[in-house]
Nanobody
Framework: QLQACGGGLVQNGGSLRLSCAASGLTFSTYNMGWFRQAPGKERMFVAAVNWSGGSTHYADSVKGRFTIFRDNAKNTVYLQMNSLKPEDTALYYC????????????????WGLGTQVTVSS
């Protein structure tokens, strides 16, 4: 089970940190990702981190603004979001992949419920 939290309403240029706590799986053996979905649009890749935290990659739209990191001792993955823009408004999902850490949602085995991020202009 994956439980995401930390969303909210923030002004343009603000920051938020999302958290996703995992239970019922061996967290340290899974690669983790964050995706987002805006109303009327498909789910899009945001960022991923490998099982150890030593490798990350990001969507071009968030590079330099967002940071994904994990704490295996706490079974939690985080997404630090800075310099938020109105176009970052979406429902954010965390996901776990036993193999791979790609940008396609089909590659992930487990999904949490989303947490809403709204950025006002």
């Amino acid at each position: 089970q994956l439980q995401a939290c930390g969303g909210g309403l923030v002004q343009n240029g603000g920051s938020l940190r999302l958290s996703c706590a995992a239970s019922g799986l061996t967290f340290s053996t899974y690669n983790m990702g964050w995706f987002r979905q805006a109303p009327g649009k498909e789910r899009m890749f945001v960022a991923a981190v490998n099982w150890s935290g030593g490798s990350t990659h990001y969507a071009d739209s968030v590079k330099g603004r967002f940071t994904i990191f994990r704490d295996n001792a706490k079974n939690t993955v985080y997404l630090q979001m800075n310099s938020l823009k109105p176009e970052d408004t979406a429902l954010y999902y965390c996901a776990a992949a036993r193999y791979g850490m790609g940008a396609k949602a089909i590659g992930y085995d487990y999904w949490g419920l989303g947490t809403q991020v709204t950025v006002s202009s």
